[in-house]
């Protein structure tokens, strides 16, 4: 079946640095990219999402010049969390989807920003 | 905007019921219907998809309803087990190639 690889899985680091999260389609071709975020005991929430070879869209509330997207090829998605703080803190979850078929989820990074 | 509600919110049963788990969504135009399976800081583990055309799905014990013009869907959970234990999330597309909207979940206790 079709595999979405999501690295890293588990990421903790100081106050201010920045994160770069990929997740990338490994059996298929991915046309749209998706961005969800995850707080505790909260449902995923869409935070942008992408199509290959064009800028995100993102939803109202998050702000693209932290949450960089990148989706270069049809294979891979880079998630940058610029400068991150502690709120940012949270399970971020990508998913791939060819065409209209179904998407398909990686398996998430849990970021801790101390 | 579409919005889903997942009733109860959590569940604990003896090993051995069966069980109902709700989800239901306020605009009817979904092109399928996705229950899903989260283990505590896991990702997401797809169980079940029911395309907009069909009724319900079946995979194993577990059984999804679907009444699109209602707005509402079931999981149905045979002769639970305490490897059941986790959080089951449903979520609609509008279309194809859209984003899900997810529920907030049912966060299920099995007891042994």
């Known amino acids: 079946g079709a595999v979405v690889s999501q690295h890293p899985s588990w990421v903790i680091c100081k106050s201010g640095t920045s994160v770069k999260i990929e997740c990338r389609s490994l059996?298929?071709?991915?046309?749209?990219m998706f961005w969800y975020r995850q707080f505790p005991k909260q449902s995923l929430m869409l935070m942008a999402t992408?199509?290959?070879?064009?800028?995100?869209?993102?939803e109202q509330g998050v702000e693209k010049d932290k949450f960089l997207i990148n989706h270069a090829s049809l294979t891979l998605s880079t998630l940058t969390v610029t400068s991150a703080h502690p709120e940012d803190s949270s399970f971020y979850i990508c998913?791939?989807?060819?065409?209209?078929?179904?998407?398909?989820f990686g398996d998430g990074t849990r970021l801790s920003i101390l | 905007k579409q919005e889903v509600t997942q009733i109860p919110a959590a569940l604990s049963v003896p090993e051995g019921e069966n069980l109902v788990l709700n989800c239901s969504f306020t605009?009817?135009?979904?092109?399928?219907l996705q229950w899903f399976r989260q283990d505590p800081g896991k990702g997401l583990t797809s169980l079940l998809l029911?395309?907009?055309?069909?009724r319900e799905q079946t995979s194993g014990r577990l059984n999804a309803s679907l009444d699109k013009s209602s707005g509402r869907s079931t999981l149905y959970i045979a002769a639970s087990q305490p490897g059941d234990s986790a959080t089951y999330l449903c979520?609609?597309?509008?279309?194809?190639?859209?984003?899900?909207?997810f529920g907030k979940g049912t966060r299920l206790s099995v007891i042994a």
């Open positions: 992408s199509n290959e070879g064009s800028k995100a869209t993102y």
């Open positions: 605009d009817s135009a979904i092109y399928n």
């Open positions: 979520a609609v597309p509008f279309s194809g190639n859209t984003p899900l909207v």
């Open positions: 998913s791939a989807a060819q065409g209209d078929q179904p998407q398909h």
């Open positions: 059996d298929f071709q991915a046309t749209t």
């Open positions: 029911i395309q907009s055309s069909q």
